[in-house]
């Protein structure tokens, strides 16, 4: 809430970014991509996001191959490419897309967000629960669970 002038180029928000506009936190001014414009492809929350989005100038839905493209995400300078994750194992592994054998969901935006530190302009921030299940099933473990699917080291990932 106490930033300024953040821009934000995504694949999909929620009712965050609702707060953070509605505060003055986001204008998208110094964008180069789309300023002045909120870029999405999908919006996931209450119906105070649906309410926020809806005929709204400050908001442009655009398909993924838009808003994960690299190249034009590399056009903005400073980009934090923030993404989730279901597990990281203490070696610094992420899984992004499993719980075990079972996908969970997509990866193409994790793989946006290794592109955008490795072109030197952004930094990617992994982002998750420390427990799920209620507090009863941490999410940080001694090992990706067998069958996981896409994982990275954490410090391929963010540069450490």
């Not at 002045?36 to 929350?45: D, K, L, Q």
């Not at 005929?55 to 398909?63: I, S």
């Not at 490419?81 to 193409?108: F, K, L, P, W």
């Not at 967000?113 to 941490?138: D, E, F, Q, Y």
């Amino acid at each position: 809430m106490n930033k300024q002038d953040l821009g934000i180029h995504t694949e999909m928000f929620s009712d965050g970014v609702v707060d953070l506009a509605e505060c003055g936190a986001i204008t998208n001014r110094l964008k180069k991509v789309h300023p002045g414009r909120i870029i999405t492809s999908f919006v996931a929350g209450t119906k105070r996001v649906y309410d926020f989005i809806d005929d709204n100038p400050f908001v442009e839905f655009h398909p993924c191959d838009h808003t994960n493209d690299t190249a034009r995400i590399r056009r903005n300078d400073k980009v934090v490419a923030i993404n989730s994750a279901i597990e990281v194992d203490i070696t610094g592994q992420v899984c992004a897309d499993s719980i075990g054998a079972r996908i969970y969901s997509g990866i193409a935006d994790r793989w946006t967000s290794s592109r955008v530190r490795l072109v030197g302009r952004g930094k990617p921030i992994i982002a998750l629960p420390a427990t799920a299940a209620k507090g009863k099933l941490s999410r940080i473990v001694p090992t990706l669970s067998p069958g996981s699917g896409w994982s990275r080291r954490a410090d391929t990932c963010t540069g450490s």
